[in-house]
């Protein structure tokens, strides 16, 4: 899978795209990085990619002919492709999402800076996302998200590919606790289930465990999680133990 980053600091992402999990991806050609600065598509002299706002106001504006001048520039052959915007006007980005556009063959993401776009860029965007409900100063980290994320479901990327069905959010819930040795670490012992060696008990532990840390801190998730009966059976049984049941 292809990512193109379009950027005006395009050195921002040399040292994370090089590391890990996804310095290795790029070394094995499982994913591919190109990175664009915008100001190479700007064309007067002094490289402008930015302009006040018309009607005044605070800041200046990215302007729409570099980026769009960026965008004819590297589309490529590609059928299965999407440019993306990273805004907080945008949906929000969630594992659903990643995994959606680890279908794709690639994906072109700008990155915003200043006070935000042209409005006419968003005519040659096919999806804006929002990391988060807060501003950066920029939409580098937000692109290094989106990378890390869609690229865990590229077959390959991830050592131990079952890390995907446990992770947080794959079934709409929040992960159970993980504990490693030492078994005790001042007074705080790994609970006995987990030891136990019997895997259905562990299996159940675990669900019960992602379904109460869930439900205590995410209880939206819950609503629209991919419950089985034996889930609800399990959420009935926590509820009873917070409320103080028998």
């Given at each position: 899978m292809?990512f193109?980053i379009?950027?005006?600091?395009?050195?921002?992402?040399a040292?994370p795209?090089?590391?890990?999990?996804?310095?290795?991806?790029?070394?094995?050609?499982l994913?591919?990085?190109?990175?664009?600065?915008i100001?190479?598509?700007a064309?007067?002299k002094?490289?402008?990619?930015?302009?006040?706002?018309?009607?005044?106001?605070a800041?200046?504006?990215m302007?729409v002919?570099?980026?769009v001048?960026?965008?004819e520039?590297i589309?490529g052959?590609?059928e299965?492709?999407?440019?993306?915007?990273?805004?907080p006007?945008?949906?929000p980005?969630t594992?659903?999402?990643?995994?959606?556009l680890?279908?794709?063959?690639?994906?072109?993401?700008?990155?915003?800076?200043?006070?935000?776009?042209?409005?006419?860029?968003r005519?040659?965007?096919?999806i804006?996302?929002?990391i988060?409900?807060?501003i950066?100063t920029?939409?580098?980290i937000?692109?290094l998200?989106?990378?890390?994320?869609?690229a865990?479901?590229?077959?390959?990327v991830?050592?131990?590919e079952?890390s995907?069905?446990t992770?947080?959010?794959t079934?709409g819930?929040?992960?159970?606790?993980q504990y490693t040795?030492?078994?005790?670490?001042?007074?705080?012992?790994?609970p006995?289930e987990l030891?136990?060696?019997n895997h259905?008990?562990?299996?159940?532990?675990r669900?019960?465990?992602?379904?109460k840390r869930t439900?205590?801190?995410?209880?939206?998730?819950i609503?629209?999680?991919?419950?089985?009966?034996e889930?609800?059976?399990?959420?009935?049984?926590i509820?009873?133990?917070?409320?103080?049941?028998?």
């Amino acid at each position: 899978m292809r990512f193109d980053i379009l950027s005006l600091f395009p050195g921002f992402f040399a040292s994370p795209l090089g590391e890990s999990i996804i310095g290795k991806a790029v070394k094995k050609g499982l994913i591919e990085v190109q990175l664009h600065n915008i100001r190479d598509f700007a064309a007067d002299k002094h490289r402008t990619t930015d302009d006040s706002p018309y009607g005044g106001g605070a800041g200046m504006v990215m302007k729409v002919e570099p980026i769009v001048s960026a965008l004819e520039a590297i589309k490529g052959p590609y059928e299965r492709r999407k440019v993306m915007l990273t805004t907080p006007q945008g949906i929000p980005f969630t594992q659903k999402t990643a995994k959606e556009l680890a279908e794709l063959e690639g994906i072109i993401i700008i990155c915003g800076r200043y006070e935000g776009f042209d409005e006419r860029i968003r005519a040659f965007v096919d999806i804006e996302v929002s990391i988060g409900d807060y501003i950066l100063t920029g939409g580098e980290i937000p692109a290094l998200a989106v990378i890390d994320s869609v690229a865990r479901f590229i077959p390959g990327v991830l050592g131990d590919e079952d890390s995907l069905r446990t992770d947080s959010f794959t079934r709409g819930l929040l992960e159970y606790p993980q504990y490693t040795r030492p078994e005790e670490f001042r007074g705080m012992r790994v609970p006995g289930e987990l030891l136990s060696g019997n895997h259905g008990l562990i299996d159940r532990w675990r669900r019960k465990k992602s379904l109460k840390r869930t439900l205590q801190r995410r209880p939206d998730l819950i609503e629209s999680a991919e419950l089985t009966e034996e889930d609800r059976a399990l959420l009935g049984e926590i509820k009873k133990e917070l409320s103080g049941g028998a």
